[in-house]
């Protein structure tokens, strides 16, 4: 294909907007994918984005359309994820197109994640062609969709907004014209030395790395010998080719051409998402600018159920290659024995990672109570260190200052929920920056601990503004704050896996109400188990665990009162040899303390 007929586009939009139903909507119209029957979602293929019904990774795909012109163009498609937690992806995609299909839901109007993508592909300065979906549904307002986006980007009043039902097909003939009018070609040079963007990879047990790239300059074939520029590793690729949305094995890949690279490299570290790709002999002389690397936000441990900490490894590894945006690290725990401490890009993802063991590893875990992380200095040691896990945060002695995470956070709600949302944003110690009234939408820009926003706060958003409010939130600063730590002593014995880092303000009763909790979620034993729960080395809860049966002191009074001091005795010498004993924690503890508020 002549590079002026090509066309490399993302689709973009919030959560549930018709994404994947407007992809499926393209393959279908260019006969990209012979639909059988009612297949629905072709390109979300995981088992969990078919469970969770949105789109995880983003998918790309060739299509061949003959436009109106009468020529044939090759439209290069990218389905993103909507969902927050998975902006990495977006941007990845977009870094590859030169423009994007901004989709609107008529139902619900300009929402959070469609500003964010809104201001990616801004910031990537591609073609943005705003397009309004779900036009059949009975309670769809075009008008109100059309100047929301008129008021995200006064440009969009240049051009006709298309309404469109990605479901029904109405329309998205129109959008496919204005693809192939609007968007810009590649304008790559096939003559030059090899130049590709490797955009995204998956890893495949026997071919290695599978790099995705998105070809800058020159030609790429099959046999070629090629090299990655930052991490110059070099290779010879045994099979190039194009998404069809299968893997599609070609004899070329052009400048302009988005397609596959297989590297067989087995160490997914040589090839990262970012690099560029270039010829051995022949070397482009810069490489493409690389990625910032995905920053995690909530961390986490997780430790094998049932299973050996060997195969939790082979299972984190196998799919830290195919989501290199979990960060994980060793980790040996005191109660849980070996496992990972893990970094994930919110709540969303975690419960991904969760799922993907299980479906795709066989592989049941334990995750423990999630936190975001902090800094702090010493009194002998003022350089600041960075943690993620709370049991690292020295004893309360020795610190000097302790700094939270803030990030700014901005919601448009209704008038009418206002109220609601200003409480919720008090209690989570929010810090107003600014508010703004727009006809029914109030808009409050916040200052916000992480802490506070990480884990239920969107959830909470939603239900107090019944789905209403957009949100949107980004890191800040680090803010000193006074912090405390929370150890919990189960038996006499501290378990790292129960510290928790949190505000001094609600500390006291957080530790009670985690101490009340865990009565009862730990499993009991024949004797009764003491809970306790320190701050700053000073007791603010206590309860005791229960025993199995009863306990000799107190048990019926048929036996002689030396049995009963037997009884005793061996009660006691068990607790002591038990309290050394590792406390065997179930998922459930976990659960029940990620449940309080
Ligand atoms: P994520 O990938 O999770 O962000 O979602 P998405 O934007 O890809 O949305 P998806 O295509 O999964 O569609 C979400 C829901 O909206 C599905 O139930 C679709 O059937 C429905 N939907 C999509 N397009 C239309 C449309 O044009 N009309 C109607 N009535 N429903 C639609």
């Not at 984005?49 to 060739?62: F, L, N």
């Not at 830290?320 to 849980?336: A, C, G, M, P, R």
């Not at 409050?444 to 239900?463: C, D, G, R």
């Not at 002593?489 to 896996?497: F, H, R």
Request: charged share 25%; hydrophobic share 40%.
């Amino acid at each position: 294909m002549k590079q002026e007929n090509i066309r490399n586009f993302s689709i973009v939009a919030h959560i549930d907007h018709g994404k994947s139903t407007l992809s499926d909507q393209i393959m279908k119209m260019t006969d990209t994918f012979s639909f059988r029957g009612n297949e629905e979602q072709v390109l979300d293929d995981m088992k969990v984005e078919q469970d969770h019904g949105v789109t995880v990774r983003s998918k790309t795909v060739r299509n061949i359309y003959r436009a109106k012109d009468g020529q044939e163009y090759e439209l290069n498609l990218i389905d993103t994820p909507g969902h927050v937690d998975f902006n990495y992806e977006v941007e990845k995609s977009v870094s590859a197109s030169d423009g994007v299909i901004l989709l609107v839901d008529a139902t619900k109007g300009v929402q959070a994640q469609t500003v964010a993508n809104y201001r990616i592909a801004k910031n990537n300065n591609l073609v943005i062609i705003p397009v309004i979906n779900k036009v059949d549904n009975q309670s769809a307002h075009v008008d109100m969709c059309e100047q929301q986006l008129y008021e995200l980007d006064e440009s969009f009043l240049e051009h006709d907004i298309i309404h469109i039902s990605a479901k029904t097909g109405l329309n998205v003939d129109k959008v496919l014209e204005v693809i192939v009018n609007r968007i810009p070609s590649p304008k790559g040079d096939e003559t030059k030395p090899i130049k590709a963007m490797i955009f995204d990879s998956h890893y495949d047990s026997y071919q290695g790395v599978v790099a995705y790239v998105k070809v800058i300059d020159g030609t790429i074939k099959a046999n070629d010998k090629l090299m990655s520029m930052n991490q110059r590793v070099k290779f010879a690729t045994p099979e190039i080719g194009i998404f069809s949305p299968q893997l599609l094995p070609l004899k070329e890949l052009k400048s302009g051409d988005i397609g596959y690279v297989i590297t067989g490299i087995k160490d997914p570290a040589d090839v990262r998402v970012g690099d560029t790709i270039t010829g051995q002999a022949r070397q482009t002389k810069q490489a493409v600018a690389g990625y910032q690397p995905a920053h995690s936000v909530v961390f986490a441990g997780i430790y094998p159920k049932d299973a050996d900490f060997d195969d939790l490894k082979v299972a984190m590894e196998k799919l830290k290659l195919n989501d290199s945006s979990i960060e994980l690290v060793e980790h040996v725990s005191n109660s849980l024995g070996p496992g990972y401490r893990c970094g994930f890009l919110g709540m969303f993802h975690l419960q991904i990672v969760r799922e993907r063991l299980i479906n795709e590893f066989g592989m049941s875990v334990i995750i423990t109570s999630p936190n975001v992380n902090y800094r702090y200095t010493t009194k002998n040691d003022s350089t600041l260190k960075t943690i993620n896990n709370p049991s690292d945060l020295p004893d309360f002695s020795l610190l000097k200052t302790i700094e939270e995470p803030f990030n700014k956070v901005v919601i448009e709600t209704p008038s009418e929920t206002v109220n609601d949302v200003l409480t919720l944003l008090s209690k989570s110690r929010g810090v107003l920056l600014d508010m703004d009234n727009t006809d029914q939408l109030v808009k409050m820009t916040y200052s916000v601990p992480l802490a506070e926003i990480a884990f239920n706060f969107f959830n909470q958003l939603k239900s107090i503004t019944h789905g209403f409010a957009t949100y949107d939130s980004q890191f800040m600063e680090y803010v000193e704050s006074d912090i405390v730590k929370i150890t919990i002593d189960v038996n006499y014995a501290p378990v790292d896996e129960l510290t928790f880092i949190v505000h001094r303000l609600n500390a006291e009763k957080l530790a009670q109400e985690i101490v009340h909790k865990l009565k009862y979620v730990i499993p009991r034993k024949l004797y009764p188990m003491p809970v306790q729960g320190y701050i700053e080395g000073r007791v603010v809860a206590r309860v005791d665990v229960p025993p199995l049966r009863k306990n000799a002191a107190v048990s019926g009074d048929k036996k002689s009162v030396s049995k009963k001091q037997a009884l005793l005795r061996r009660q006691s010498l068990n607790k002591r040899k038990s309290a050394s004993e590792a406390i065997q924690l179930p998922q459930s503890v976990f659960d029940a303390i990620l449940n309080i508020e």
